[in-house]
């Protein structure tokens, strides 16, 4: 499976990555590695959880992206 992550720097340092597809699925890292690692961990998890609750595993909705100019 493959899911969009987005990383967030935090103003203290470190990062944020959530998981739009899977809500509530959240890790952070104190590097972008580390969150990105934590992350794919907490998607395994959250995935598991699913699949013991006998739901479907959440697929992802196409991705968009928009580009824009700044002024």
Not at 44 to 66: H, K, S, T
Request: glycine residues 8%; hydrophobic residues 40%.
């Amino acid at each position: 499976m493959r899911y969009t992550v987005i990383l967030e720097r935090e103003a203290d340092g470190g990062y944020v990555a959530s998981v739009p597809a899977l809500p509530g699925c959240v890790s952070q890292g104190d590097d972008r590695g580390e969150a990105l690692d934590n992350v794919r961990e907490a998607i395994a998890l959250y995935l598991e959880d699913c699949l013991d609750a006998g739901e479907q595993i959440p697929v992802e909705d196409a991705r968009a992206f928009v580009d824009v100019e700044a002024a």
